[in-house]
């Protein structure tokens, strides 16, 4: 036996936990990806979104909490997801009131929040561990919740979506006061991510990378399964292995070295 089948033989006998537990060592000490501040990360988002076809007009909108209880940011209405940048964010108080830098209300202000993203501070008040939180009206995303049917997860491109996808059967108006909130947060529970019907999507992230990518992750899933009804039946996956594969793809090194590269991508598409 020489010493290539030593070692293929030894790994064959290492069982599943072992190679995954490896890989995510792996990742982690290996998967570097720069820190980016909350008003940057927010720009990149948007742009990342509008490259991927989330862009509908102005609506839909992307938001983060500040360090300071009661504060979040968020672009400025008036632009577009392809135009944003840091500065075009604004700060807002728990009640859309822009903020300057001191955390004051400005009497005049310059810029305001899209007044729909009152809905978003009821899933900030119920979900402390929400940081930043996107909703777009993306084609096939809108689309589903346009047949009554909630996400299969029946490819692995979706699986960071078992269990983690709520559905909202019913549309409850344009969502600027505060019970398209409470219904809203309510449907969308301990989950990360919700379809809203007649409407679009919604993903709430532990950081602003998490969210940019479950919603990404939401509309190819949701491309899949429009493309896939057309052509036959969906065929379920076995959904103990959806959920182990979701775990994995979620992995914060994974998130983070994927928002990267889409930054990456960005700059270079402006370069060409």
Known sequence: ???????????????????????????????A?????????????????????HESGL?????????????????AFGWGFDEATAERTV?????????????RPLADPPAIANPATRFHLWI?????????????????ASALTMTGQPLRVAHMDATPFADQCAFLPAWPGLPVADDEGRIISEALGPRHSILLAHHGLLTA???????????????????????????????????????????????????RAT????GRRLTATADA
């Open 1 to 31: 036996m020489g010493a290539n089948d030593e070692l293929d033989g030894n790994a064959a006998e290492r069982d599943k936990a072992y190679f995954r537990d490896r890989a995510e060592r792996e990742m982690d000490a290996r998967l």
């Open 33 to 53: 990806a720069p820190r980016h501040g909350v008003a940057q990360a927010l720009a990149l988002t948007c742009r990342i979104l509008a490259r991927e076809g």
């Open 59 to 75: 609506a839909g909108q992307i938001t983060a909490r500040d360090d300071t209880p009661g504060r979040f940011r968020t672009l």
């Open 91 to 103: 700060l807002v108080d728990d009640d859309l009131r822009p903020l300057g830098d001191d955390g």
């Open 124 to 140: 900030y008040r119920a979900r402390p561990d929400v940081r930043s939180i996107v909703h777009t009206h993306p084609p096939y």
């Open 205 to 255: 992230g532990r950081s602003v990378e998490e969210a940019c990518y479950l919603a990404v992750l939401l509309e190819r899933a949701a491309r899949l399964q429009v493309r896939a009804q057309a052509a036959g039946t969906i065929q379920d996956m076995d959904q103990a292995l959806a959920r182990e594969a979701g775990s994995f793809l979620l992995k914060e090194s994974i998130v």
């Open 259 to 262: 928002f990267a590269y889409w």
